[in-house]
């Protein structure tokens, strides 16, 4: 059996670079500082901010979280929780309109213990599916494939928040 490589250098800055969960908290700093486009935010105001996620499960892999830095739905006023839903329900239509994906994996994880990678400020990841999107690599290598550059599905999904 010959061996396959299979070329990523986009995670590069991920593998010699710290991790950027110790670098702050991703939903407050990088819709602050820096070009938009670079840090993959695809719309911030005052209630939300709307980027993709940098190591996607998908093509299309967002994430839709508050302004305010909170870890717990409790934690926002009524008025916040309702924008905030109208921000998921937008990047919702993003997605669909974009990608025609057959399913949407809608999710938060609320905490550490349920896995909640940045556990102080809640988000939800938009994640589009369409059948047979698991292939062998994730059971077999541990490797996910996405066929998309980052920066393209960034430019795709843009246009929804001009």
Same mark, same amino acid.
């Given at each position: 059996m010959?061996?396959?490589v299979?070329?990523a250098p986009w995670?590069?800055?991920y593998?010699?670079?710290e991790s950027?969960r110790t ?14 486009r670079?840090?993959l935010?695809?719309h ?5 901010v709307v980027?993709l996620?940098?190591? $996607?499960y998908?093509?299309?892999? #967002? *994430?839709?979280?508050? %302004? !305010?830095?909170a870890?717990?739905?409790l +934690?926002l006023? $009524?008025?916040?929780?309702?924008g #905030? *839903?109208?921000h998921? %329900? !937008?990047?919702l239509?993003?997605?669909? +309109? ?5 399913g949407?994996n809608?999710?938060?994880?609320l905490?550490a213990a349920a896995g909640?990678?940045?556990a102080?400020h809640l988000?939800?990841h938009?994640?589009p599916r369409?059948?047979g999107?698991t ?10 494939v ?5 920066l393209a599905?960034y430019d795709?999904l843009?246009?929804?928040?001009a």
């Amino acid at each position: 059996m010959s061996r396959q490589v299979l070329w990523a250098p986009w995670r590069m800055t991920y593998v010699e670079g710290e991790s950027p969960r110790t670098k702050g908290c991703i939903f407050c700093d990088l819709p602050a500082h820096g070009d938009p486009r670079e840090n993959l935010v695809l719309h911030a105001d005052d209630d939300a901010v709307v980027m993709l996620n940098r190591y $996607p499960y998908n093509s299309g892999h #967002l *994430m839709v979280a508050p %302004r !305010r830095h909170a870890g717990d739905p409790l +934690e926002l006023a $009524p008025e916040a929780w309702a924008g #905030l *839903m109208e921000h998921l %329900r !937008r990047a919702l239509a993003a997605l669909r +309109e974009t990608f025609r994906p057959e399913g949407v994996n809608v999710g938060a994880n609320l905490g550490a213990a349920a896995g909640a990678g940045i556990a102080d400020h809640l988000h939800w990841h938009l994640v589009p599916r369409w059948p047979g999107d698991t292939n062998f690599m994730p059971v077999l290598a541990e490797v996910k494939v996405v066929p998309q550059h980052l920066l393209a599905t960034y430019d795709l999904l843009k246009r929804h928040y001009a």
